[in-house]
Nanobody
Framework: QVQLVESGGGLVQAGGSLRLSCAASRSIFSINVMGWYRQTPGKQRELVATITSAGSTSYADSVKGRFAISRDNAKKTVYLQMNSLKPEDTAVYYC???????????WGQGTQVTVSS
């Protein structure tokens, strides 16, 4: 069983920054693709960013240039640095882990990010 625990959410003013963290319990962390999704009420979950085991990253167009995903394999942790936050970034942010050769994802419990205007 894989557990993902997010932290770092909160309330911030527009233009501010937050860093989300996600700690994984999976023993072989380094080989997994990690990601961040977000969801607002009434909308589908949106893929925000992913990072492969090799460190390759990808981002949604809406966050390119403002968000950065990174990982520390020794700490089994993935991060999402969010800068220049906008009110439309307000959402519950979820960490995900995708094991190799498996199409399904493990999900964290989510952390709320609220950006005030």
């Amino acid at each position: 069983q894989v557990q993902l625990v997010e932290s770092g959410g909160g309330l911030v003013q527009a233009g501010g920054s937050l860093r989300l963290s996600c700690a994984a319990s999976r023993s072989i962390f380094s080989i997994n693709v990690m990601g961040w999704y977000r969801q607002t009420p009434g909308k589908q979950r949106e893929l925000v960013a992913t990072i492969t085991s090799a460190g390759s990253t990808s981002y949604a167009d809406s966050v390119k240039g403002r968000f950065a995903i990174s990982r520390d394999n020794a700490k089994k942790t993935v991060y999402l640095q969010m800068n220049s936050l906008k009110p439309e970034d307000t959402a519950v942010y979820y960490c995900t882990l995708k094991p190799p050769g498996v199409s399904s994802l493990y999900w964290g419990q989510g952390t709320q990010v609220t950006v005030s205007s």
